[in-house]
Structure formats: structure tokens, C-alpha cells
């Protein structure tokens, strides 16, 4: 009896779990199972890697390289064993109707049910498209493959939108400790006259960024949902290819059910941030700078004819940065370039009224800043001073006590009427300097960097205070 039992154990283990015949060409799988090569192939036909395991669901990176040749002799040599063993590819165990107790044999494709003969006869079923088990499942098993594709899609546009999404919330983030950082630094010069505004202001900040969040995670948590829904059809579906028919078939009505579900779930909507600039009430002895940048402001571009070779203008004309020495120009400069100093007019000229225009300078080295009369010499080196039609400012910038990269931000009003150029650090709110003068004919900005080693540039800004 002893022997008897073990060598039915045996036969069972040399076994392919899928067919139920003797291992035939048998390949090894990662997690230790094995299977006849034909029938694992055309359990994993269409599918995308990691393949699975029929028995255990472990994905498997690859296909095994080839057949387990010492398992298969051991196989051959187990079915040639005395005893009960089944003859060739057995067919699946079938399963027997609970109403009649006949043998399942038919599929209804109009219900999606097993159904035995008697079942097939009865008037419930009259007029459906019956089809035997094998051809059934063959065809649902191919139907059902065509759904991984657009289900694998549709589960990659929802991670798409929710790293998307993520990214939002991180560039919002980072926006937020920005504002909440330059407010600060706003309220630490003001703080004679803004302590009460500093501390609305933060909170407000505070407020939107609980309120913005929640919202951000609430969208989050639309996403993960709507993609673990997706992940779990495109599981179903996989495991449900791999089953026997009987199992498919069984299983099928289910799917279905999800994948109609799929396809009519719309992505959740993702949450856009709109930034809102906080606005400090400045004190009464900073209104007029205000009142100068809200009424005088000019949107100016630069003027690359005018500008010296060493020089780098961008496309849009708003920021000049200085050639690197190894860097030749692309062509020969414009008559009307500037070649006794590193400079470049704007684009636009001013012979009456009052105008106001902000830029940045970024960077380590000297630089100028004011306007010239439209007859300045370019080409001659002459004194730049307010007696040959040239008013400027002149500064210059370095490292900060912590090690970064020097910036700052300055603006500039022409008085056409006063006869004035003052400059403005709008940094600290404060005025600099200004020049006096008898302007004749046409007036134009006036931009100048010296050469530096390092990376120096200067960007015209339109910002509102």
C-alpha cells in the first residue's frame, strides 16, 4: 500500500499542472514549478512581461532559456511506471451541471453560462448562440486578451496624471515657502510699520496652503483610486487568461462586468494651483515708489544692433549676459553696436513724460545702469558723463556672507520734465541716487556689463508691487 501511494505521488509530481499529462520538453520556471513547454507558451501568448507562474501567480522576468532535459527523461521514465497514469494531454476535469448532474459541455454566449444538455434544451435558453466548452474558451481567451492593452493604457495615462499631479503639489510647495520666505524678509525691513500686516499675511498663506493641500490630496487620493481600480482589472484579467477553461469561463461574466466599468470611468479631475501674490498696505512714506511703479512703467526690450560683441542678447531682448572668452561672435558688429564699452541701448526711446523700468542683475562684477541721448558716441571712448549725454549708475555686486550667487533688483525713472534720473533699490524700497540734467532730442535706456569670469547677466522685469 506504502509503495502503491508513493509511486501515485510520484506520477502526480511528473505531472504538468496545466495539461494533467506527462511533463513533455518541461521548462523550469523561477519560482521552482515546472510546465510542458506548448502548454506555457500558449498560457503566456500576448502577455506582457513579468510573466506568471499558472500555479502561483510569481512573475517571471523571461521565458526560460530551454527544456529541463533531466526532468523530462524523469518523466518519461515515471509514466512507464505500473499504476493508474493518464494517457497523452488529458483533458481538463469537467465540471457537472448542479441542477441535472450532467456534464458541463456547452457555453451560452447571450448569458455567459456553462450549461449542460438538458440545460441547452430548456426554454430559458432557446434561441442563444451555444458553443461547445474548447471553442468558447478559445475565443473569449483571445477576446479577453485584447482588453490588456487598452486597460495597460488607460492605467498609464492615470500614473502620468498622478506623477503629474505630484509635481503640482511640489512646485506649488515650493512657491508657498518661497512667498512665506520673501515675506519675512519684507516684514524684518518694515517691521516698524508692517508687524500687524506680516502676521495677516502669513497666515493667509498658511490658510491657502492647508486649504490648497487638502484639496491636492484629496485629488491624490481620486488617482491612486482610480489606479488601483485599473490595476486590479488588468490583474483580473491576466490571471483569469491563465486559467483552465472551465475557470475562464466561470470568471468571465465578472470581467466583463469590470472592464464595462473601466471604460466608462472618467479620469478624475486634477487640481490645478493658481498662485495669488500676497500684497502688503505699504506705510505712508513708501506710496510714492508705489504709485511710480503702478502709473510710470515700461515694458522695454533691448536692441541688438546696438549691442557690443561681447555681449550675448536672448531671444526675447530682455536679458544681456556677458561672451564667454572662448566664444566668438556669430558676425561682424552692427554699425550702430556699441565698441568703446560693453553696452546696449533699449529698443525704445523717450523725449517727454515719465517712465519706469525694473531690472536684475544676477551675478559677480560691475555693471551700469541709466539713459543716453540718441547722438551718444559708440564708437569713440569718451568720459560716460551727464556732459556728453550719458546718465548712469554705476555698482557693483559680489558674494553674499553666505556664499551665494549675488542678485539684485533696480529700478529707474526718467523725469523728461524734471530733468531727472533717480534709481531705486527695490530690494530694500529705497532710493539710491539720482542725476540731474538739460535732456536735448531723444532719450534711450542705457545697459552696460563689464567682463567677469563668472556668470553675469541682467534681465529687464515687468513685476507690480
Request: one cysteine or more; glycine letters at 6%; a neutral charge.
Amino acid at each position: 500500500m506504502a509503495l502503491a501511494a508513493a509511486l501515485a505521488e510520484l506520477q502526480a509530481e511528473a505531472r504538468c499542472p496545466l495539461c494533467q499529462g506527462p511533463l513533455r520538453a518541461p521548462l523550469t520556471l523561477d519560482c521552482g514549478h515546472n510546465c510542458c513547454g506548448s502548454c506555457l507558451r500558449g498560457r503566456w501568448q500576448n502577455l506582457q512581461e513579468p510573466l506568471p507562474c499558472p500555479v502561483c501567480q510569481h512573475p517571471c522576468p523571461r521565458e526560460p532559456r530551454g527544456p529541463n532535459t533531466q526532468l523530462a527523461r524523469l518523466a518519461d521514465l515515471v509514466s512507464q511506471l505500473p499504476g493508474q497514469r493518464p494517457e497523452g494531454h488529458a483533458r481538463e476535469a469537467g465540471g457537472r451541471c448542479a441542477e441535472h448532474q450532467q456534464a458541463l459541455s456547452l457555453f451560452c454566449e447571450d448569458h455567459l453560462e456553462l450549461l449542460c444538455g438538458q440545460c441547452a434544451a430548456s426554454a430559458a435558453h432557446r434561441g442563444h448562440r451555444l458553443t461547445p466548452i474548447g471553442p468558447a474558451a478559445a475565443h473569449h481567451r483571445t477576446k479577453l486578451k485584447g482588453y490588456l492593452e487598452p486597460l495597460q493604457k488607460l492605467l498609464e495615462e492615470a500614473q502620468r496624471a498622478q506623477e503629474w499631479q505630484e509635481a503640482q503639489r511640489k512646485e506649488w510647495r515650493e512657491k508657498a515657502a518661497k512667498q512665506r520666505i520673501e515675506l519675512f524678509s519684507e516684514s524684518e525691513q518694515l517691521k516698524h510699520f508692517l508687524r500687524v500686516e506680516h502676521n495677516v499675511l502669513d497666515n493667509g498663506v498658511r490658510r491657502h496652503m492647508s486649504s490648497h493641500s487638502k484639496k491636492i490630496l484629496q485629488g491624490r487620493k481620486q488617482l491612486a483610486e482610480h489606479s488601483a481600480s485599473l490595476q486590479r482589472t488588468l490583474r483580473d484579467v491576466t490571471r483569469l487568461c491563465l486559467q483552465p477553461d472551465l475557470g475562464l469561463l466561470t470568471g468571465l461574466s465578472a470581467v466583463h462586468q469590470q472592464w464595462d466599468s473601466c471604460r466608462s470611468m472618467e479620469l478624475p479631475a486634477v487640481f490645478s494651483y493658481q498662485s495669488v501674490e500676497p500684497a502688503f498696505i505699504l506705510p505712508p512714506h513708501y506710496t510714492g515708489l508705489q504709485n511710480i511703479i503702478s502709473k510710470f512703467q515700461r515694458d522695454l526690450t533691448l536692441d541688438p544692433e546696438t549691442a557690443h560683441p561681447s555681449l550675448i542678447i536672448s531671444p526675447d531682448r530682455k536679458t544681456l549676459s556677458c561672451r564667454q572668452a572662448s566664444t566668438e561672435p556669430a558676425s561682424d558688429p552692427s554699425p550702430r553696436a556699441f565698441t568703446s564699452q560693453e553696452a546696449v541701448l533699449g529698443e525704445e526711446g523717450f523725449q517727454g513724460g515719465r517712465h519706469f523700468w525694473q531690472v536684475e542683475i544676477r551675478g559677480l562684477g560691475v555693471w551700469s545702469l541709466g539713459v543716453c541721448e540718441e547722438s551718444f558716441p559708440r564708437n569713440v571712448p569718451v568720459t560716460p558723463a551727464p556732459a556728453n549725454g550719458l546718465w548712469k549708475l554705476q555698482q557693483f555686486t559680489g558674494f553674499r556672507l553666505n556664499s551665494r550667487r549675488a542678485q539684485c533688483h533696480v529700478g529707474v525713472l526718467l523725469d523728461c520734465e524734471l530733468g531727472e534720473v533717480s534709481f531705486y533699490n527695490l530690494d530694500k524700497r529705497s532710493h539710491i541716487s539720482t542725476l540731474t540734467g538739460t535732456f536735448a532730442g531723444k532719450l534711450l535706456p542705457f545697459f552696460c556689463l563689464e567682463s567677469s569670469s563668472l556668470a553675469f547677466s541682467m534681465t529687464i522685469v515687468n513685476q507690480e508691487w
